[in-house]
């Protein structure tokens, strides 16, 4: 039988092993899915990958000070599915990891984090949370996770911590995201904003001035085109689920360093000539679930691509040159992904050479077309 230390540090040594997922762009990884990269210490238990129900492996409490109800072990204060309706106090001060998440929590005040300058991630999920005082993050210095979703903002909280690295904050109502909230953020690489009400006039100018991203999400919205001024240093831009009709010449001009682009689940009926020459370095490009009539131009230029999404349109044609370059060894990456199926297109019509550039032909996805 294993002892609870053995049963501790095996749990400790799977979570390490762990990669995260690189699947399909738009699956939705668990919030507490992270490993501490070794910012805070040797032993610290990581919380389990649900998101709607965090837990860690029982250990004596601190006698010292714990909130009421509340779990803390090895820097860690679990505080969720309490029906608190506000943050508790008495919260350790060495406190890294502290989960809120399932509350009642109605909002942030000025001092509610006070003294807990060590903490690297938070957990707000599932509150309700509508009000955050400008100065409730101030004594954060360390934070370096924010997982904020499901809750009832309308505007982005203010003065979020410079440390700050990821934000969850979808499935919210926010509508607004005006120009300097995310100033001084520097390190931010991944922003989830999914899931709320917001248009395209709701990003003012500047809003994403200096953030230097890798990860931008903004599905499920109301967006009608590729937003402004989204950061150039983007490798993945997830915008499915809108109400985008078009890509025009220039809407990804500034995004030469995407590898992966969702744009899946919108309206888009027309993609113009030359709008993909500016995404030279692309892998991944999902237009499944629109109104495209036909294989957007400048596929077979992109060295790269290896995965196309296009099922579930009204593609009728497929040519001999839609997807791969004219000239041998041209493409630098063969074709490992192309869905067709649920287009009104006769498979046995298509000629052979047309996926030459494809590494395998099982990776050509068909199916039948039913009206």
């Not at 049963?7 to 919030?31: K, N, V």
């Not at 196309?308 to 839609?322: A, E, P, W």
């Not at 630098?332 to 032909?361: H, K, M």
Request: with cysteine.
């Amino acid at each position: 039988m294993f002892s609870c230390r053995s049963r501790l540090l095996l749990l400790l040594s799977i979570c390490s092993l762990t990669a995260p997922s690189l699947a399909l762009p738009f699956e939705q990884r668990g919030f507490w899915d992270f490993a501490l990269d070794g910012e805070v210490g040797d032993g610290t238990t990581v919380m389990m990958r649900d998101e709607e129900g965090s837990a860690v492996e029982e250990l004596p409490p601190d006698v010292f000070s714990c909130p009421f109800g509340c779990h803390c072990q090895l820097n860690v204060v679990q505080c969720s599915d309490l029906s608190l309706t506000a943050v508790p106090k008495e919260i350790p001060r060495d406190t890294k990891l502290l989960d809120l998440q399932n509350n009642r929590i109605t909002e942030l005040k000025e001092n509610d984090f006070k003294g807990l300058t060590d903490l690297y991630a938070l957990s707000l999920v599932n509150n309700k949370i509508s009000n955050v005082h400008p100065r409730a993050f101030a004594p954060l210095l360390r934070l370096k996770k924010l997982y904020f979703s499901r809750n009832l903002l309308t505007v982005m909280p203010k003065n979020l911590p410079p440390s700050l690295m990821e934000l969850r904050i979808h499935d919210n109502h926010i509508k607004k995201v005006a120009e300097g909230t995310f100033s001084g953020l520097g390190s931010m690489n991944c922003i989830e904003m999914g899931g709320n009400p917001i248009q395209n006039s709701g990003f003012e100018p500047g809003a994403f001035k200096g953030l230097k991203l890798n990860y931008l999400r903004i599905s499920e919205s109301k967006l009608t085109g590729i937003p402004k001024d989204l950061p150039g240093s983007l490798h993945e831009l997830h915008l499915d689920n809108n109400q985008i009709q078009a890509i025009e010449l220039e809407d990804l001009s500034r995004y030469k360093h995407l590898y992966r682009l969702g744009l899946g689940f919108n309206h888009i009926r027309m993609i113009e000539n030359g709008s993909l020459s500016y995404v030279p370095n692309l892998r991944e490009l999902h237009l499944e679930n629109n109104r495209l009539n036909r294989i957007p131009m400048g596929l077979p230029d992109m060295k790269y691509l290896q995965v196309v999404y296009l099922h579930s349109n009204n593609i009728s044609r497929v040519d001999v040159n839609d997807f791969c370059p004219r000239g041998f060894g041209m493409k630098r990456s063969f074709y490992n992904g192309i869905s067709l199926y649920g287009n009104p297109v006769n498979y046995w019509e298509v000629q052979p050479a047309t996926f030459r550039c494809v590494g395998d032909r099982l990776a050509i996805h068909f199916g039948n077309y039913k009206k």
